[in-house]
């Protein structure tokens, strides 16, 4: 049975108290209930090189997906992890002199290190150096050869370690792969899986569930290189030996992507305990990099399908960060480092930037200036300022305590009306992984309630209108809270704060409270600055 820790992280001192909240009492709940499970996983990245922009990205874009579902109620599964076996790991570690074990546990964590400071909410930390992942990767292996999709032969062509991938003799241009890497030629035994005979069915696949991968672009590029030409895949090395073995013959280890992708399910308990794989793997969505779409949506299936599984529900492949128009990796020297980034400017500030600068999708390229503008608009202008204003206002003129609202207005009404609409909104785009445009939505609310406050000036009715300056303020109150409960898988530590100012207890911040309404006279804290402007 695989525990779900619903807190790996559980050191996490910032850690928005709703959320935790709800896993608990989702936990807790989950045996009386029947609700609709999501299960979303990252990539899980090579231990050859310490975490940066691009690693934390991903996470953070399925962070911002698993806690949106969460409030939505559904029951999440979020795995991210660490891929440590294959031929970059080992050379890498055999050039440090380190035993190939000690080195990735230390690598490892610090992957585990960044996603606490970043304070991704995965269920699972899924590691392919642990026991039991090498068991399902070895029931993989013999699902496909009881299946008759593996035969012994032997390999001669081009390998390129850095991208763990072989390519054929017309893939090669000046050298190199079509991704840029060095590539070797390699002759050795091997086993290899039948990828051509399923050519056809992977186009059937693709043609019958027009969801299966996302972007449409990147569909369309993943059926030409399908429609193209399919060639058995060599799924063994005798080369290296940092590796799952082969089940019965133990001078191969297995390739290490046919052993990476099985994470999926061994994440999930499988093959030991099949419970969790039967409730969340219809529900899954695997996020990856462009880079990786080909081994997501080509071998991945056409693995499953070939020892009898399903495919995943979906894949959605996003674009590549760049930093001044150049591939980010510490290897090539160019690396971004996102703690210092949030060392200096916030964790909120960091995340929300990556998830609202770039369509989801699309490749964008890192500039701290794009980033201090977003900061200062978006964060301190526009939803900071937004919150003090009315807060702090509240505060003074009202003992600590939220207003009592008399007869409201059309206004009134259709702005506390808007968060749920926003919902709906929000989760259409949500549903297609158009998390900027989730995030475009909250933000269209923000500038409604600045514009509200603007017009309706609270400010100026203390001595003239108080009553209708009570109802203003207390619509702003509401709606504060309700744009803070849309904010959350956006921002969770400055929603989070948010909903503790205004006294909004834990198990209230999920969207079934979006339609509910401020206790008029309750208490609020003393509201401190939220947003610190970057000058
Ligand atoms: O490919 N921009 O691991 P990996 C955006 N172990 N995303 C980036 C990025 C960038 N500049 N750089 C990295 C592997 N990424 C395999 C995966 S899964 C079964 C095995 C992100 O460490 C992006 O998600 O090379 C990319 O696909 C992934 O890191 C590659 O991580």
Redesign the pocket.
Known sequence: MVAFSLFPNSSLDHEPPGLLWSRQSFENTIHFMKRETFYITS????VNDVPHI??A??TLACDMLARFYRQAGRDVAFLTGT?EHGQKVQRVAEAKGIDPKLFVDDVSKTFRILFEKLGISNTVFARTTSPDHYKAVQDMWKRLKDNNQIYLGSYSGWYAVRDEAFYGEDEIKDGKAPTGAPVEYVTEPSYFFRLSAWQQPLLDYYEAHPDFIAPESRRNEVISFVKGGLRDLSISRTSITWGVPVPGDEAHVIYVWLD??N?YLSGLGYPSDKEAFEKFWSESLHI??K??LRFHAVYWPAFLMAAGMQPPKRIFAHG??TKDGE???KSIGKPIDPVEIMDQYGNDAFRYFVLREVPFGNDGDYSEMAFINRLNADLANTYGNLVQRTLAFVYKQNEGKLPTPGAMTAEDKTLLALPSTMLTDMTKHMEAQSLHRAIERVWEGLFEGNRYMDVQKPWSLKATDPERMQTILYVLCDFIRQMAILSSSIVPELSSKILDQLGIAIHKRDFDALGKSLTPGADILEPKPLVQKVV
């Open positions: 990539p899980i990245y090579y691009g690693h990205y991903t891929d990476a992708l994470i990856v990099g880079d990786i590549w960060w591939k980010i990796s």
